[in-house]
């Protein structure tokens, strides 16, 4: 069982950055691998990123590709840098783990944290 806390969201000015963290709890984080996602009004979830547990491979949606970046540590945490923000980049964000190799589909994932909002104004 993995419970996952999200922190860091807020409202920042276009071209701005924000640094997501996800805090895992349980024994067996290096077990998962992990992703984010994001839902804005309206919207359905999608993927933004996700990471491998064994070799630190990562993947990006295109939409956020180069100005995004997923990383994690030993300490139970994964991280998304988000850099040169846009407003279309405003929604709720959601890190998610799954004990499967990562999947840009939220079927692919197995635990899910609560949120945190990220509003970029423009």
């Known amino acids: 069982q993995v419970q996952l806390v999200e922190s860091g969201g807020g409202l920042v000015q276009a071209g701005g950055s924000l640094r997501l963290s996800c805090a895992a709890s349980?024994?067996?984080?290096?077990?998962?691998?992990m992703g984010w996602f994001r839902q804005a009004p309206g919207k359905e979830r999608e993927f933004v990123a996700a990471?491998?547990?064994?070799?630190?491979?990562t993947y990006y949606a295109n939409s956020v590709k180069g100005r995004f970046t997923i990383s994690r540590d030993n300490a139970k945490n994964t991280y998304l840098q988000m850099n040169s923000l846009k407003p279309e980049d405003t929604a709720v964000y959601y890190c998610?783990?799954?004990?499967?190799?990562?999947?840009?589909?939220?079927?692919?994932?197995?635990?899910w944290g609560q949120g945190t909002q990220v509003t970029v104004s423009s």
């Open positions: 990471i491998s547990r064994s070799d630190g491979r």
């Open positions: 349980g024994r067996t984080f290096i077990r998962y691998d």
């Open positions: 998610a783990a799954t004990r499967r190799d990562y999947s840009t589909l939220e079927s692919g994932y197995d635990y």
